[in-house]
């Protein structure tokens, strides 16, 4: 599974679209100009807009993205336990399963 960052990172990369570039970085210091470990800096709070004209979502809307990707992986590490099930017992695959299984 991917970690949090990776889908804070994942769900940011949803908005803004500039030809696949990130729009967006991370703060390296607080408003106080204090350094920000590494390991704290990808947060929401720490979010600086890196390309002209793109906007940061709101925080609401980036938890409902990372949820809905969340909710993705679930979806298909279920069709992938279900399809292999079924492939043991002879049962029928659903398209999301043989979509998981086969990658069609």
Same mark, same amino acid.
């Given at each position: 599974?991917?970690?949090?960052?990776?889908? #804070?990172?994942?769900? #940011?990369?949803?908005?803004?679209?500039?030809?696949?570039?990130?729009?967006?970085?991370?703060?390296?210091?607080?408003?106080?100009?204090n350094k920000?470990?590494?390991?704290?800096?990808?947060?929401?709070?720490?979010?600086k807009v890196?390309? &002209? $004209?793109?906007?940061?979502?709101?925080?609401?809307?980036?938890?409902?993205?990372?949820q809905e990707?969340?909710?993705?992986?679930?979806?298909?590490?279920?069709?992938?336990?279900? $399809?292999?099930?079924?492939?043991? &017992?002879?049962?029928? #695959?659903?398209?999301?399963?043989?979509?998981? #299984?086969?990658?069609?």
């Amino acid at each position: 599974m991917k970690t949090e960052t990776n889908y #804070l990172q994942n769900a #940011l990369q949803t908005y803004n679209e500039i030809n696949g570039v990130n729009w967006y970085g991370w703060k390296k210091e607080d408003d106080n100009g204090n350094k920000i470990p590494n390991d704290q800096r990808m947060t929401y709070e720490n979010i600086k807009v890196i390309k &002209s $004209g793109a906007t940061i979502p709101s925080e609401a809307d980036v938890n409902a993205k990372i949820q809905e990707l969340k909710d993705a992986d679930t979806a298909k590490a279920n069709a992938k336990i279900s $399809g292999k099930a079924k492939l043991k &017992s002879g049962d029928a #695959l659903t398209d999301a399963e043989v979509s998981v #299984l086969f990658g069609e």
